[in-house]
């Protein structure tokens, strides 16, 4: 795009973008609070603050990497409103980035364009409200369903339902640049599996890995880029 329609789509898009996910992601932050304030005023329930911050460190503890992590690395597929979007309605490694990848690859667009935003947020928008119906659906009709299943059934879902969307999402994008899959591979093994036998268990941490696999790979990604081995 040249600057003058750069300029155009940031004024057409994204300023009403950023206005209203301020707002829909604000509003609905504080609304989050509004059964621990019922609690509080009704029921005279409310835990101290020693308690509230332990229990704050413990979710910390195990998902703080994702709080830099995901905004950052989902950013070039899921695009500004697509953003905004995802970190509302959740499912975002699962559900949503899949969905933006697979609408801009059918499309046939540039991740990180103008283009590819728009097809992104169509994507997610068809996405929050077919996962709305199912999981309504599912909530009324998916544990009788399951239960249903035998056992062995049961526990796949339960155990390989995740894993399989990101080996999906993995071959979907190895597809395309075959020279990075070793890269998304080696590095969080080696982190699990080696790093503790040499005597770097820490570096073995849940967030530790996490981090060090995607910024990680970003990093061989540039270096794979100026090098011209992808494009």
């Known amino acids: 795009m040249s600057s003058i329609d750069a300029a155009e789509f940031n004024k057409i898009w994204k300023g009403p973008v950023i206005r209203i996910g301020i707002i829909t992601v604000i509003v609905p932050t504080f609304m989050c609070f509004l059964p621990s304030l019922y609690l509080y005023m009704v029921h005279g329930v409310f835990p101290s603050f020693e308690v509230a911050m332990k229990a704050w460190g413990m979710v910390a503890a195990t998902f703080g990497a994702f709080y830099v992590v995901e905004p950052i690395s989902y950013y070039p597929i899921l695009g500004l409103t697509g ?28 991740p990180g364009t ?75 093994l080696f982190l699990l599996y080696v790093a503790p036998r040499i005597g770097l268990a820490a570096l073995s941490a849940p967030w530790i890995v996490i981090v060090a696999s995607i910024f990680g790979t970003i990093l061989i990604s540039r270096a794979f880029f100026k090098m011209k081995l992808v494009g």
């Open 83 to 110: 953003t905004y979007i995802s970190f509302l309605s959740g499912n975002i490694s699962n559900l949503r980035v899949p969905c933006a990848a697979v609408a801009q690859d059918v499309v046939g667009t540039e």
């Open 114 to 188: 103008p283009e590819s935003e728009i097809v992104a947020t169509l994507g997610l928008a068809g996405s929050v409200v077919t996962n709305l119906f199912f999981v309504s659906l599912a909530a009324v009709a998916g544990a009788i369903i399951l239960e249903a299943l035998p056992t062995a059934l049961q526990n796949a879902f339960k155990s390989y339902t995740v894993p399989a969307i990101f080996g999906a999402m993995l071959g979907q994008f190895g597809v395309k640049m075959p020279i990075l899959v070793p890269v998304c591979l080696i590095i969080p």
